[in-house]
């Protein structure tokens, strides 16, 4: 198993070096030599890897993951406690980092006010609960690139043996013309099913 496969293993998870050393019953610094490839796991540490993997792609997670992570599109993974789970390259960049420095972080830290206005309409409308299932957001991110203006969609997707649903985030970056335009014409959180029915 080469380093670069243990490090693909732990981002298909959504796990930290340390959250996945803690599932492994090891420490951080054992899953950082390895991803550097100076050690390598043994045979027992190999299968307990690919069992973890194997339980979250019966969940659908880990095609979950595999999907938002290689999307050419800018798109995010997060949970209810928004934390990240998945980035495609193109977000990451947006964000000023790398997907994998950024998996298991706080993606509230990047929210502007309208972001965080945002988050707290797709709340009250019921993303996470059950309410809609999809909104159109309008928000700015503060990223690598400063504030940045966003036009996307949240979709919340509940997997099997999951209390809470997952939500993937995709957007494109709009000049700040037509972020203005957008506001005039419509409200920053849109039910998808308004939008259509509209």
Known sequence: ?????????????GATQK?????????QSTVSRWERGTTRPDAETRRRLYALLQGASDRGEASLRLLVSHSPAAMALFDAGWRVHALSQSFSDLLGSSPGEAIGTDLRRRFSD???EAAQAALARGLLTGGTSGLRILCPLRGGRGRVWTDGTWHALRLDGQERPLVVWQCRVVPAAEADALQARRAAVLDLG???AG
């Open 114 to 116: 309208e972001l965080t």
């Open 19 to 27: 959250e996945l050393a803690v599932r492994l019953g090891l420490n």
């Open 1 to 13: 198993m080469d380093k670069d496969l243990v490090r693909h293993l732990r981002i298909t998870l």
């Open 194 to 196: 308004e939008e259509i």
